[in-house]
């Protein structure tokens, strides 16, 4: 519209409209403010490997028990066109779906492309996957124990879980037995040396049914070397792993007091997708995972990401990508 000589326009801000280049550039903003420590993230799935054993920071193997003694599978097989790669020495043993799509393996099995799954052997061995602290810092550690086997109408998965540290158990679970569903968890935090070895083991559940088949999915982050595990950190920082991701997130919260926190997760419009978590917090290193489902719980599409974490007095920010 033009106006008459001499006349001056009045801007009136429209309250349906927002400007929308301002929260992607507050993010950018914030990533600048809160790079991190340098860190890691091992992820079970993405570094699973027939190569060597141990391989890198994991081993697999199986124990009497657990947090007993771990004996390590010594046959690799890679695939030979049923879409695994697999270590065994005879029963118990553990395999990788590197196909693409779905496999039923014995056909009473639904293993989904990059999983990773285990089963017990008899006389109640477990099977066992150890994760080795490569350095005095704090592991941060997601572990999920879910069942795959009752494809076709087969019986379901009925094992048991059991994360442990150095022998001594964090948690354990069972799957379908007493009540317990098909599905079980855990994260925490632990200050670990290095050396130090965290175990996830899967046995019968006491009902000798080693040939139930159970998915792994286990990522721990960590900071480097020279980390103190119990001081807390000096400012408010967040990370993700791994990144990218083709499975769940591990974020990974530094508050330097305790307080309100709030955990968001953004596209890349900045549009909010999911509120993960919201509530009081204490000072120190805390980890939670996010499932990549948005708020509706369907599953987030591939592309580029951001976590946002506000706490009283500070913010953080992290871009990660989501890789299906």
Known sequence: MRLPRGATARWRPDPDRRPASRLPAL??????????????????????????????????????????????????????????????????????NVSLIDQHPAGTTTVPPNDVCTHPGWSGVHGVVRWTAPATTVANVSATFVGRSGWNNAPLTTTAGHVVHNGTVLFSCLLNQNGAGNEAGWQGSRAVQAGDS????????????????????????????????????????????PNPARGPVVFTLQLPRRGQASLQILDLSGRRVRDLF???????????????????????????????????????????????
């Open 198 to 241: 965290l175990d996830f083991a899967v046995g019968d559940g006491g009902n000798g049914n080693y040939y139930d088949t159970t998915g792994l999915i286990i990522t721990v982050t960590y900071e480097g070397a020279g980390v103190t595990p119990d001081a807390a950190p000096s400012r408010v920082a967040l990370r993700a792993g």
């Open 278 to 324: 919201q509530g009081a917090c204490g000072a120190g290193t805390v980890g939670t995972t996010w499932d990549g489902l948005d708020a509706s719980g369907r599953r987030v599409p591939s592309g580029v990401y951001f976590a946002v974490l506000t706490v009283d007095g500070g913010a953080a920010a992290t871009r990660f990508v989501i890789a299906r």
């Open 27 to 96: 993010l950018f903003a914030l990533v600048l403010c809160a790079v991190p420590a340098a860190s890691a993230a091992d992820d079970l799935r993405d570094d699973f490997s027939i190569v060597s054993n141990p391989n890198g920071h994991w081993s697999y193997g199986w124990s009497a028990s657990p947090g007993s003694m771990l004996h390590l599978y010594t046959h690799p097989y890679p695939n030979d066109g049923d879409g695994f790669e697999h270590w065994e020495t005879g029963i118990p043993a553990i395999m990788h």
